[in-house]
């Protein structure tokens, strides 16, 4: 199993622009989460999904999207970039209360 | 308050040392515990669950006490690859955790 998979690795963004970071998982598992860890601080969450079709907000919702058509992916889309949402992003899959996190996308917002 | 509270240290210890962080939690619902580890840049990864009756892996040691809301690690013996943030998560009902700043702790030679 490759677990937790992340794409792109790095990222460098203008401000206003689009786009979608990627997260797939093959262990099956029903619940999925985005988080963004700034420099010194936690893990804050963004959305997360409790299974396919179903999304909702966590705590810093605002500037991002999320779908999630299939059980094995769930990509977050950054609407228009901004310096603010400069940051490490982290997907994680959850079984049995057992975060599982990608390797995340640093992103950079100029 | 914060749903979950942690010194963020860092705490700065010798080789060979015993170190114990202690974490507190607001949700008196939360079912399940557990502490992650962070290494620098990198993503967070299970260290141990957290059981009502305590439980040991080898140098590391976790207590819960639920009628105080705390959660503590014990490491022994630190090794320098020990040197990484430590996060305590309590989860309720949601498997969905909130996540605090996380202890920091650095081993040195």
């Known amino acids: 199993n490759a677990g937790v998979t992340q794409t792109p690795k790095f990222q460098v963004l203008k401000t206003g622009q689009s786009m979608t970071l990627q997260c797939a998982q093959d262990m099956n598992h029903e619940y999925m989460s985005w988080y963004r860890q700034d420099p010194g601080m936690g893990l804050r969450l963004i959305h997360y999904s409790v299974g396919a079709g179903i999304t909702d907000q966590g705590e810093v919702p605002n500037g991002y999207n999320v779908s999630r058509s299939t059980t094995e992916d769930f990509p977050l889309r950054l609407l228009s970039a901004a310096p603010s949402q400069t940051s490490v992003y982290f997907c994680?899959?959850?079984?049995?209360?057992?975060?599982?996190f990608g390797p995340g996308t640093r992103l950079t917002v100029l | 308050r914060k749903e979950v509270e942690q010194d963020p240290g860092p705490f700065n210890v010798p080789e060979g040392a015993t170190v114990a962080f202690n974490c507190t939690y607001s949700n008196s619902a939360s079912q399940s515990f557990f502490w992650y580890r962070q290494d620098c840049r990198k993503e967070p990864k299970l260290l141990m669950s957290?059981?009502?009756s305590g439980n040991e892996d080898g140098r590391f040691t976790a207590q819960l006490n639920r009628a105080s809301q705390y959660i503590s690690l014990l490491i022994r013996d630190s090794k320098l690859s020990d040197s990484a943030t430590y996060l305590c998560?309590?989860?309720?009902?949601?498997?969905?955790?909130?996540f605090g700043r996380g202890t920091s702790l650095i081993v040195h030679p």
């Open positions: 998560v309590p989860q309720g009902g949601s498997y969905i955790p909130t």
């Open positions: 957290v059981y009502s």
């Open positions: 994680a899959s959850t079984q049995t209360g057992t975060q599982y």
